[in-house]
């Protein structure tokens, strides 16, 4: 196998895949989609990453949330002062946020507080209000909500307000004043800035506490000292920085992934026996063939050669089609169905939009998965085909 | 060329050892015109099979152009004979789904020689034949004496020294079977060694057939 | 234990090999029993058949098993953006105990392998068969260290620890470093430049002198001393970091992924003059061909190598 390609015994296992017609289709078909459903789910699992991990590039350095017998509840805004006091600690921001069940849609929009004489704790929403006047929101009672929100009030006929109820049953009338357009789907599709005070009245919060303190270091490698820091003070608090969100995000979608690969795994032992069975079942045609080119001096080595030309042409193309047919579901059909396995809260959140992320490393890593696998199944029937007596065609 | 030494073969069938070669000695010359006769059954086959390489004889020595073909492994055999031997098959064994030229390069497509070689020596053995204007076409849509000829290109490719033939007029009629033994004439004209295992009686009075050796029951008589 | 998708499919590609090198195994076993080579038995030429089965077999992993090396290092590269410190594929293989280990074991299972099959073409290729035993009773002897290599990959693999801090290849690639490394760093990294340059020379005398045996000796020499070369002399220059050390991050997408380069060719070279020659010692002969690969790819790789100090100084007037 070390020699190179023998282009016309390349084309003799092209003309013999041909011949073989059914059991070839057959086994292209299953290795198809067995190709397609692998890079299916390894490309959704990939493009939620990257998804997810362009959003937390978003979230600050470090989040402080206090537990009180297990469960997050609100923080107390004075501890804001005393975190700021700290050495190295650039700025922290009480924040004011949470979850607005919407029932007649079935979704949760996010609600974020946001102040006109308090710097954004993050870039991003700077640069989301920017041309907004916050101060003018503020004073006529408005709100800013993402475009995917915008749709999905007006399909429920708030056009230009929305009522929100407050936790007293009282009703909370404010105006849509604008709309921000956002690349991140999820962003987009489910945010709302109201000024902090209707944010307090929403949720029906005393105004002396937080919901968590946002934490910016100057330098982030002081970002574990600092840490330690503060829940020394405050052993209530817990920190959760950009790095633990990161890691675990990276490992649950590598392990949710990992378990579909385990499953996988089964599929291609199955299939491995299949493709054995089917490759070891020769035709008497396929016999007498194989017969009549030993004869006529072709060695053991040849026809092992050309049987894996064949199983190779197999494997490639099955490989390319299954690939390029994930490609289609995945980004132009948004993967119905599969997609729920990884977006667990797809229930309650917004749609959005599978981001395009394939790079060499999955076409590798597609390859190693499937093509080794196939051609290991055919090596033993392609060399007790090689080995049939050649005398045979003689009697 | 040939050189038979004491060539014993037995085959296991079920339970017992079939002999179906015993003790036979043969030698034939370069350039010699050789026809095995005997029933079906006699051993025939099998020791074309012996001499291409294709078994080995449980005991005795074969060597065919000074090589002692009965001891080279299998792979060396086969380079062997895509080197010095032809086959002309009984029904002649064309590959079905190959057209008329790639039937007829078959034996040397695993030799990997350059494209341009091939196909010019195809054209020689094609035109020599007469089927060079049906060289693209599927050999299940040819006649039976196109077919008979595209087993002969075939034999010729490798320009061979030795021609195997086995029952090469069985199932052909008249007319087929007369122009196999032109053909078989202008070989042995052309010097190449000849050895035709038959059962057909038109073999057994031909001018260019030199010895008629006679098989029965796995022995020479 | 994180199964990424990488790893199972190494653990996946690791598991055929196990399965098909086992078949080779017992074939091999039976083989090398009963082979007679002055027989021609039926036995033997099922024997035969067999033996061919096994070559089949061997090919197969050896073609998979370079390209899986590379994806190996590139999987531990990837890893390394996971496990805390680790800024390179070095960091994850030096976060397990026997991380080194696996590595070697991974390139002297290629050398180990790419041998067999030399020996096998030289086999296949003499009608008397004269070293069917002797490559089988070999197989039989490295499919221990293949069965190793498979071990401390699925232990590699599975004692990896996400939450663990590991060094950086700049702490262990340094004089500071508890591990052996370090004593290397005792000696000035000139002497080991000279040793290299030394070895090479060594091993063109070699192939001027037309001695399989000196070809053999200087060319593992010559792949010891260049990777010590690599990491002491010639790293900082490809960084152009006088501290960094490192024959990992060369193969990073920074360095244009240069090392996949240079390692294959400083592999195929010593490879090449190495087995090649232990076969010629073997044969008892002399084949040109493997010495003329051999010195083709060994000077390609010290010109390359070397260019990188000479750049430097040309665009920097000094040495680092």
Request: hydrophobic content about 50%; proline content about 4%.
């Amino acid at each position: 196998m070390l020699a190179n390609i023998n282009v016309l015994l390349l084309d003799y296992a092209l003309g013999s895949l041909k011949r073989q017609g059914g059991k070839s289709i057959f086994i292209f078909l299953v290795l198809c989609l067995l190709i397609f459903l692998l890079a299916s789910v390894l490309m959704i699992a990939d493009a939620i990453k990257f998804e997810l991990n362009t959003t937390l590039k978003t979230l600050p350095q470090i989040t402080l949330q206090r537990f009180v017998a297990g469960r997050q509840t609100n923080v107390s805004v004075e501890r804001v002062d005393t975190i700021l006091a700290l050495n190295g600690v650039e700025r922290a921001i009480p924040r004011v946020w949470g979850y607005y069940y919407f029932k007649p849609a079935g979704v949760n929009f996010s609600i974020v507080g946001i102040d006109a004489y308090e710097e954004p704790y993050k870039k991003r929403l700077s640069e989301l209000t920017r041309t907004f006047d916050l101060s003018t929101l503020e004073k006529e009672g408005g709100m800013i909500v993402g475009e995917g929100v915008q749709n999905v009030l007006r399909e429920n006929y708030y056009s230009d307000f929305f009522n929100f109820i407050t936790p007293k049953g009282e009703r909370y009338p404010l105006k849509i004043a604008g709309v921000f357009h956002s690349d991140i789907a999820l962003e987009s599709n489910d945010l709302m800035l109201v000024p902090k005070q209707a944010a307090y009245t929403i949720f029906g919060m005393p105004p002396e506490e937080a919901t968590d303190i946002v934490v910016h270091v100057s330098n982030p490698v002081e970002i574990p000292t600092i840490v330690q820091k503060i829940t020394e003070r405050y052993p209530d608090l817990r920190a959760i920085t950009q790095d633990d969100l990161r890691i675990s995000y990276q490992n649950i979608f590598d392990y949710k992934s990992g378990f579909f690969l385990s499953l996988f795994i089964v599929c291609v032992f199955a299939f491995f026996i299949v493709i054995y069975d089917k490759a070891s079942g020769l035709s008497s045609e396929e016999r007498r063939e194989i017969g009549i080119l030993k004869a006529l001096g072709w060695r053991m080595s040849d026809i092992v050669h050309a049987k894996f030309y064949e199983s190779f042409v197999m494997a490639l193309s099955a490989f390319l089609t299954g690939f390029c047919a994930a490609l289609f579901f995945v980004y132009v059909l948004q993967a119905p169905l599969l997609r729920s396995v990884f977006i667990g809260y797809s229930e309650l959140k917004p749609p959005f939009r599978l981001p395009f992320s394939v790079d060499v490393k999955m076409i590798v890593l597609l390859f190693f998965l499937s093509v080794p696998v196939y051609i290991a199944a055919t090596l033993i029937p392609s060399w007790k085909a090689a080995s049939l007596d050649a005398d045979e065609v003689m009697r | 060329m040939i050189c038979l030494h004491h060539v014993c073969k037995r085959f296991a069938q079920g339970d017992e050892a079939i002999e179906a070669l015993k003790d036979v000695s043969l030698e034939i010359a370069q350039g010699e015109c050789v026809v095995l006769r005997g029933a079906s059954g006699s051993g025939k086959s099998t020791l074309l099979s012996l001499i291409a390489g294709l078994a080995q004889p449980s005991s005795g020595e074969i060597r065919v152009l000074d090589r002692e073909i009965s001891k080279l492994p299998e792979h060396l055999s086969a380079l062997f004979r895509r080197a010095h031997i032809g086959f002309i098959f009984q029904k002649f064994h064309l590959i079905p789904g190959l057209n008329v030229e790639e039937n007829v390069i078959a034996p040397l497509i695993p030799a990997n020689l350059p494209l341009h070689v091939l196909h010019e020596k195809a054209r020689i053995k094609m035109e020599a034949l007469h089927i060079d204007s049906k060289a693209k076409r599927d050999v299940k849509r040819l006649s039976g004496g196109e077919q008979q000829r595209v087993a002969i290109a075939r034999a010729l490719i490798n320009d061979p020294v030795l021609i195997l033939a086995d029952e090469p007029t069985a199932n052909l009629d008249a007319k087929l079977s007369a122009e196999l033994i032109e053909h078989l004439y202008m070989l042995k004209q052309s010097g190449v060694t000849l050895l035709i295992a038959t059962h057909d009686p038109l073999f057994f009075d031909l001018d260019f057939v030199d010895r008629i050796v006679e098989l029965k029951n796995g022995r020479i008589v | 234990m994180s199964l990424t998708p990488e790893i199972i499919a190494l653990l996946l590609l690791d598991a055929v090999f196990l399965l098909f090198g086992g078949i080779a195994f017992v074939l091999s076993a039976g083989i090398a029993w009963r082979w007679r080579s002055n027989e021609t038995t039926e036995l033997q030429y099922a024997l035969h058949r067999r033996s061919y089965l096994v070559s089949v077999i061997i090919n197969y992993i050896f073609m998979l098993k370079i390209p899986l090396f590379a994806f190996f290092i590139y999987t531990c590269d990837k890893l390394s953006a996971i496990i805390t410190g680790a800024m390179c594929a070095s960091g994850v293989v030096n976060s397990v105990d026997f991380g080194l280990y696996l590595t070697l074991f991974k390139i002297v299972n290629l050398y180990v392998f790419g041998f067999w099959l030399l020996l096998n073409d030289a086999d296949m290729n003499d009608e008397k068969l004269p070293f069917t035993r002797l490559k089988f009773i070999l197989f039989i002897l490295f499919f221990i260290p293949l069965c190793v290599e498979i071990g401390l990959e699925i232990g590699f693999f599975t004692s990896l620890n996400v939450s663990k801090i590991v060094s950086c290849c700049g702490t262990l690639f340094s004089a500071s470093s508890t591990s052996s490394i370090s004593l290397l760093f005792s000696v000035d990294e000139k002497i080991w430049m000279m040793i290299f340059y030394g070895c090479f020379a060594l091993s063109v005398a070699a192939y001027a002198s037309r001695s399989p045996l000196a070809s053999v000796v200087s060319n593992l020499l010559l792949a010891l001393f260049a990777l010590i070369a690599l990491i002491l002399f010639f790293s900082p220059y490809v960084y152009e970091l006088p501290t960094h050390h490192c024959p990992f991050c060369l193969l990073q997408k920074e360095y244009f992924y240069v090392g996949y380069l240079l390692y294959a060719l400083l592999f195929s070279g010593t490879f090449y003059a190495a087995a090649g020659g232990v076969l010629d010692l073997v044969q008892k002969r002399y084949t040109k061909r493997f010495y003329r690969l051999s010195l083709f790819f060994n000077t390609v790789y010290v010109i390359g190598i070397s260019l990188y100090p000479l750049s430097y100084y040309l665009r920097n007037g000094v040495w680092l």
